[in-house]
């Protein structure tokens, strides 16, 4: 006589269904937060490298600038006499640099004024459409950096030594010890803290 065996189908349990959906949780909740620090980690270094780009363009533009600095002195708004190179106390520098390009052939100088100022926060571009100004003289600006924290510029001459203004009071010209041999710039750019650059330029 054959037998039946009797089998009952075993199914999961409350408590195990409950702990299968914790652990799925578990895992969705870590999951979801590596994506979100991933997403984040990119999106910072796409902003670090857009910051680069902006900075590396910016030092280009007054490197071309420093590079091709000219004896030309210049007369102010008030018919004074201006050296060819000022630097002042407050950060601002101002000089005369040649390589003013004229693809339109306009009747005009090849030498242009320029300055470097900070200004809300903002590196500024200033320069001039004549060298000797009139009374309603007004430079045009283009920002080339935002969110600057500090901008500074010194006069380095032959011996090595740092001016904060330019020309100095006093000095002989003719002393070739202290000549203008070089500008130095150190700029405080968030993130990436103090830049600093040196560019040897002629004598003026």
């Not at 409950?18 to 799925?24: D, N, Q, W, Y």
């Not at 040649?98 to 470097?116: I, T």
């Not at 000095?171 to 560019?199: C, H, K, Q, Y």
């Given at each position: 006589?054959?037998?039946?065996?009797?089998?009952?189908?075993?199914g999961?349990?409350?408590?195990?269904?409950?702990?299968?959906?914790?652990?799925?949780?578990?895992?969705?909740?870590?999951?979801?937060?590596?994506?979100?620090?991933?997403?984040?980690?990119?999106?910072d270094?796409?902003?670090?490298?857009?910051?680069?780009?902006?900075?590396?363009?910016a030092?280009?533009?007054?490197?071309?600038?420093?590079?091709?600095?000219?004896?030309?002195?210049?007369?102010?708004?008030?018919?004074?006499?201006?050296?060819?190179?000022?630097?002042?106390?407050?950060?601002?520098?101002e000089?005369?640099?040649?390589?003013?390009?004229?693809?339109?052939?306009?009747?005009?100088?090849?030498?242009?004024?320029?300055?470097?100022?900070?200004?809300?926060?903002?590196?500024?571009?200033?320069?001039?459409?004549?060298?000797?100004?009139a009374?309603?003289?007004?430079?045009?600006?283009?920002?080339?950096?935002?969110?600057?924290?500090?901008?500074?510029?010194?006069?380095?001459?032959?011996?090595?030594?740092?001016?904060?203004?330019?020309?100095?009071?006093?000095?002989?010209?003719?002393?070739?010890?202290?000549?203008?041999?070089?500008?130095?710039?150190?700029?405080?750019?968030?993130?990436?803290?103090?830049?600093?650059?040196?560019?040897?330029?002629?004598?003026?």
């Open positions: 006589m054959q037998r039946r065996i009797k089998t009952t189908a075993r999961f349990t409350l408590i195990e269904v409950l702990v299968a959906f914790m652990i799925f949780g578990l895992i969705g909740v870590i999951s979801s937060q590596l994506l979100s620090q991933t997403l984040s980690a990119q999106d270094l796409s902003d670090r490298g857009t910051r680069l780009n902006d900075i590396h363009r030092m280009q533009i007054i490197q071309r600038d420093v590079m091709q600095l000219v004896d030309r002195p210049i007369r102010d708004q008030y018919g004074d006499t201006q050296r060819s190179l000022l630097i002042g106390t407050d950060g601002i520098i000089f005369s640099r040649g390589g003013w390009r004229n693809p339109l052939q306009l009747p005009r100088a090849e030498v242009q004024r320029v300055g470097y100022l900070i200004q809300d926060n903002k590196l500024l571009r200033g320069y001039w459409p004549v060298l000797d100004r009374q309603d003289t007004e430079p045009a600006y283009q920002t080339l950096l935002t969110e600057i924290e500090q901008l500074e510029f010194f006069a380095l001459d032959a011996s090595g030594n740092e001016y904060t203004f330019w020309p100095v009071p006093g000095a002989n010209p003719s002393d070739p010890s202290t000549a203008l041999a070089g500008i130095l710039m150190r700029i405080d750019v968030p993130p990436f803290g103090v830049i600093e650059r040196i560019w040897e330029v002629p004598s003026v």
